[in-house]
């Protein structure tokens, strides 16, 4: 890639020519001009000629694809960098690999006066099981550990943690020597942050937003609130998002709202809205995602359905209050009961203010995987985003993954349906929940597309529109996350193969790579083919990611 360029300037202008434009303006665009941070114009390599001399600089695009820069709708700022800079233990493939990886971190890190780590997941070793407090003591040196699970609802920690908690064993969701839960799982999660430095955090957030923008991603929706970190870390994040280039990072609070005050301070804090993880439940991992049916592998317990946080009432009373202060509610939901007991809520909500007062609103519902057919269709009629991952079917799903263990192949056969909610006009917002499944929006893409069970899957295009404009439908914006005139200049270039429209319909993938069709063209994403590698990064139009020795 070439370019002519004078010294940037905040309103420069910049023309793009000789590549692929992504753009629902003109399906065979090759050129686009960039002029005070927005997209002034899309079309033809010969009109571009006309725009030359009047611009700051030309990049030859050389061939390279031009797409909107995703919108990943679910993150975890902090953790993820922690994730990025600390121990990861998503590789370990058996126990014994993983406590040797702890071992191995120990060691190099004799300064931590607390070791923090993520992504176990017992679910995929030979053992079946986590790691015990006994064999992590003996890993650790007597240090304090934490080790989230790889869904952030349990953990496991040694015994030095727990004496930084000195009434964890009175809570909620103390087991002796299993994974803690509930109240005494957020009670040793506060300990642990509360020892990461300041310095430390800032680090762990600037590496977060790196990858996110090594990846094309020009926004993270970040999930915060008082049970999955802290105020101090939510407030400093947005101030450094705010003072450093780099990849844009909305706010939310998860946190209930009862009054104007309430969600005075909400707004106080930075955030867009009352929503994200306000937990209804937890996670089918870990055993807590609220169900209407007991799960089907808990030996002894043959009546255990999860854990629920909040009932219909408390949703009502949330989305009340927070409609009435012109404040986006939203909750995590998973289970089936849980999502059962969001719409109950919402509808109540809106026999009370008004279906078109709700439906503005756009209030998000985290994760929602167990719907139903009615769910679906309330969703619709309540105007509620899902906000999902598609890389949770690619991790958990099909008829051997997780989900068929903790619900049976039938029930795991229902989960993520993301073609029946398309149908039923539900907007859809891709995420990747990170550090629970890594940032990387092309392999979500695929994830949805290639779903791993059948009839579940949409189409590339669609998909693609989920994880780049959808994100921005979520947060209320209807005029980004594509390249038209008009819109932020949010982009991404990309290194990738032949262009192509796939759909799980063979009649409407044949249709639509008909040049008469003028549908854009997007990488081919079949399973074992490579993804595409992103060359650059453009936020507001300012780059904020270059790859090396490009």
Not at 387 to 413: K, N, T
Not at 429 to 449: C, E
Request: charged fraction near 20%.
């Amino acid at each position: 890639m070439t370019e002519r360029a004078t010294p940037q300037t905040e309103h420069r202008t910049t023309l793009l020519r000789g590549g692929e434009v992504h753009s629902p303006a003109d399906p065979f665009a090759t050129a686009m001009v960039v002029e005070r941070g927005h997209i002034a114009w899309v079309g033809s390599e010969g009109a571009a000629d006309s725009f030359v001399s009047g611009v700051d600089e030309v990049v030859d695009l050389e061939g390279a694809l031009v797409t909107p820069a995703f919108t990943d709708a679910h993150v975890h700022t902090t953790a993820t960098g922690l994730a990025l800079t600390g121990l990861d233990l998503a590789g370990a493939a058996s126990l014994p690999e993983a406590l040797a990886l702890v071992r191995a971190y120990s060691a190099a890190h004799p300064g931590d006066r607390i070791l923090l780590g993520h992504g176990w997941d017992s679910s995929r070793w030979p053992e079946q099981r986590p790691p015990s407090r006994a064999e992590l003591d003996g890993v650790t040196g007597g240090r304090p550990l934490y080790l989230p699970r790889i869904d952030a609802h349990s953990a496991v920690v040694s015994t030095a943690l727990l004496d930084l908690v000195p009434d964890v064993t009175s809570l909620t969701g103390y087991h002796p020597d299993a994974p803690l839960t509930a109240a005494a799982h957020h009670a040793v999660r506060a300990a642990a942050h509360g020892a990461v430095s300041a310095r430390q955090r800032a680090e762990a957030q600037r590496a977060a937003r790196h990858r996110a923008a090594s990846l094309g991603i020009g926004t993270l929706h970040e999930c915060a609130g008082p049970e999955i970190s802290d105020e101090e870390d939510f407030v400093s994040l947005l101030k450094l998002a705010g003072e450093e280039p780099g990849t844009r990072v909305l706010g939310y609070w998860a946190e209930r709202v009862g009054d104007e005050k309430d969600a005075r301070r909400v707004r106080e804090l930075g955030a867009i809205g009352a929503a994200g993880d306000l937990f209804v439940d937890g996670s089918l991992g870990s055993h807590t995602a609220a169900l209407d049916a007991p799960y089907a592998d808990i030996d002894g317990d043959r009546a255990h359905t999860g854990t629920a946080h909040l009932d219909a009432a408390a949703v009502a009373a949330h989305v009340t209050a927070c409609t009435e202060a012109g404040l986006q509610a939203g909750f995590h939901a998973i289970g089936d009961a849980a999502i059962g007991m969001v719409v109950t809520g919402v509808r109540a909500a809106a026999e009370r203010l008004g279906l078109a007062r709700i439906r503005a609103a756009r209030h998000r519902v985290e994760h929602a995987e167990m719907l139903t057919p009615a769910m679906i269709a309330a969703f619709a009629e309540l105007g509620l985003t899902a906000s999902v991952q598609p890389a949770f079917d690619a991790a958990w799903g099909g008829e051997d993954g997780m989900y068929a263990r903790r619900l049976g192949v039938d029930r795991a056969r229902t989960l993520n349906p993301y073609a029946a909610m398309l149908r039923a006009g539900v907007p859809l917002a891709f995420g990747s929940d990170s550090p629970v499944t890594p940032l990387d929006p092309w392999g979500t893409v695929r994830a949805a597309a290639f779903h791993r069970t059948p009839g579940h899957g949409i189409s590339v295009r669609a998909a693609f529109t989920a994880h780049t404009r959808g994100g921005w439908r979520a947060v209320g914006r209807d005029d980004a996350g594509t390249l038209v005139p008009g819109a932020p200049a949010d982009y991404a270039l990309w290194r990738t193969d032949e262009l192509v429209v796939q759909a799980p319909d063979d009649r409407v993938s044949r249709w639509s790579t008909d040049p008469r069709s003028g549908t854009p063209g997007l990488p081919d994403l079949t399973p074992g083919r490579p993804l595409p590698v992103c060359l650059r990064t453009v936020v507001s139009g300012q780059t904020v990611f270059v790859r090396p020795n490009e």
